[in-house]
């Protein structure tokens, strides 16, 4: 079996991406996958999420030349989850890689040289579509799109979509929306529900049936460093992703 490759892409910021790739890494990680998360943002969120070491080298070190993709995987408090680390220095690769040749590919080149010794590679994305988010596409087969159940969250879906669109036509033939993930849901919102329900009606089966519930402990788990399958396991933000897991590992053994 091959390595799973998904990025969490979202150019809107603040709408669960992190928590979605810290989240799923570590209920796939307890199903028994071995994992590795790619934090690709200098903002060091999931980094942080894990409370790993930032002063180590990461994936900046990793995509500069200065360290291998092996030498960058550190191990986590948590059992089959790894990650390669995000600092400060990251906000500078948008324009460092800019007059780079090829310069769409300096993730794939790099986070390929990982061998088949990894079940799933999740990597988190920055909040735009800047250089190391297309890189990023160049890389993955799979996107997953969190969105908050919010008005303003159609307009964004569609630039998104057309520009995963466009990356799959002219630079990784092999990408492909695994799915759009609802996340920080309030059942008895009723604009929530109507978002959900006008999504859904437009992109179907893209949806997942997974919806992520707005829970508090999800929130504080970070500022544990810990996931919230292990900071609090009876949660229902840790019921929900771990059936998510399920949803995810499904949905790429059919597309398969
Ligand atoms: P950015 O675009 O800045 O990288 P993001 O898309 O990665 O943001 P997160 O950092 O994952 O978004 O989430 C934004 C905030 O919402 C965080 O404070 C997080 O703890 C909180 N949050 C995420 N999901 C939930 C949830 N299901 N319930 C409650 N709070 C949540
Ligand atoms: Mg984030």
């Not at 990650?83 to 800019?98: D, F, S, Y």
């Not at 059942?187 to 829970?215: G, H, M, Q």
């Not at 292990?230 to 998510?244: H, I, P, R, T």
């Amino acid at each position: 079996m091959s390595v799973k490759k998904i990025i969490f892409l979202n150019q809107k910021g603040g709408v669960g991406k992190t928590t979605t790739a810290v989240n799923l890494g570590s209920a796939l990680a307890q199903l028994g996958k071995k994992v590795l998360l790619v934090d690709l943002d200098s903002q060091g969120n999931l980094t942080s999420a894990v409370s790993a070491d930032n002063r180590l080298p990461g994936t900046y070190e990793v995509i500069v030349g200065k360290c291998s993709a092996k030498e960058a995987c550190q191990s986590t408090s948590v059992q089959n989850l790894y990650v390669m680390t995000a600092n400060i220095n990251m906000a500078g690769l948008n324009i460092e890689l800019v007059d780079q040749e090829m310069r769409e590919f300096f993730v794939k080149k790099t986070l390929d040289t990982l061998g088949s010794e990894w079940d799933y590679i999740l990597a988190d994305c920055p909040p735009s579509l800047g250089l190391v988010t297309i890189n990023a596409m160049c890389w993955a087969q799979y996107v997953i799109i969190p969105m908050q159940c919010e008005y303003f969250a159609m307009e964004g879906l569609n630039l998104l979509m057309r520009t995963v669109s466009n990356i799959k036509k002219s630079l990784n033939p092999s990408l492909k929306v695994l799915g759009i993930l609802f996340t920080m849901y309030s059942k008895r919102t009723k604009l929530a529900n109507d978002v959900v329900e006008d999504i859904s009606s437009y992109f179907s089966s893209l949806v997942f049936s997974t919806l992520i519930p707005r829970n508090v402990r999800i929130a504080e788990a970070p500022s544990h460093g810990l996931p919230i399958n292990v900071y609090d396991m009876s949660s229902s933000g840790a019921k929900a992703y771990q059936k998510l897991a399920q949803e995810v590992v499904g949905r790429v053994a059919k597309s398969e």
